[in-house]
């Protein structure tokens, strides 16, 4: 089995800073890319960033040139700024990654972080 755990939300003014940050555990077989996703109320889940196996990065739209997606072993990081009460949302974790013996690629999904930007 994968764990798939975030942590860093908050409350923080618009303007400001936050850094989630993502940890895959368990019995991983191999682990492929890790990404970002949020969603609100009523909205379906919508691609923040995502890190691939090699490096390259995607982000959205709304999500470039104010957010930074890293990546160290399992864990992944989303450096944000310049948030905006728009990025108010709940931030989700999203690992590929084969678990031992499984013999096959699976996505694993974090239980999600709030992240409120308002003064």
């Known amino acids: 089995q994968v764990y798939v755990m975030e942590s860093g939300g908050g409350l923080v003014q618009p303007g400001g800073s936050l850094e989630l940050s993502c940890e895959a555990s368990?019995?991983?077989?191999?682990?492929?890319?890790m990404g970002w996703y949020r969603q609100v109320p009523g909205k379906q889940r919508e691609l923040v960033a995502f890190?691939?196996?090699?490096?390259s990065t995607d982000y959205s739209d709304s999500a470039k040139a104010r957010f930074t997606i890293s990546r160290e072993n399992r864990v992944s990081y989303l450096q944000m700024k310049r948030l905006k009460p728009e990025d108010t949302a709940v931030y989700y974790c999203?690992?590929?990654?084969?678990?031992?013996?499984?013999?096959?690629?699976?996505?694993?999904w974090g239980q999600g972080t709030q992240v409120t930007v308002s003064s």
């Open positions: 368990g019995n991983i077989y191999s682990l492929n890319g």
């Open positions: 890190i691939h196996t090699g490096g």
């Open positions: 999203k690992v590929n990654a084969a678990a031992s013996g499984s013999g096959r690629l699976d996505v694993y």
